[in-house]
């Protein structure tokens, strides 16, 4: 299966500082979405707490965490975004795919909208 990426905006809910705007791996892998820490502190977003995160090689490590607006596809969420380390390529994770409706297609490496968000 080949990569999926889509441009993502991640932004301050507080601030009026310039957003953070890139193209992000979707890892459906990923609980969180993840980005470079210089780029979030760039955009005026600040860690709020830190956790334990296991990486694709089974270790595990603690990263802080921060609070953001994500804006992908024309929607709009907000979520934990990581701290991850400068130059890391950003990851756009499972929450906030599905906290819009939005799956992945694996057989034609695109991301589907859903009919309705499920509520049941």
């Known amino acids: 299966m080949g990569l999926t990426h889509v441009t993502v905006t991640l932004r301050s809910p507080s601030t009026a500082v310039p957003p953070f705007e890139a193209e992000f ?3 459906t892998g990923a609980t969180d979405t993840l980005a470079p820490a210089g780029q979030l502190h760039r955009a005026g977003i600040r860690p709020v707490g830190k956790t334990a995160y296991e990486l694709v090689n089974g270790s ?19 979520g934990r975004v990581i701290f991850g380390p400068d130059g890391s390529e950003p990851l756009l994770g499972v929450t906030a ?8 297609d ?15």
Do not use: C, N
Not at 63 to 73: H, K, N, R, T
Not at 97 to 104: K, N
């Open 97 to 104: 795919l599905e906290s819009v409706g939005i799956l992945v």
């Open 106 to 120: 694996p057989t034609h490496k695109t991301l589907k909208r859903l009919p309705a968000i499920p509520l049941k």
């Open 25 to 27: 791996l979707v890892d």
């Open 60 to 78: 595990v490590t603690e990263y802080e965490f921060g609070l953001a607006q994500i804006e992908f596809m024309g929607e709009v969420t907000a």
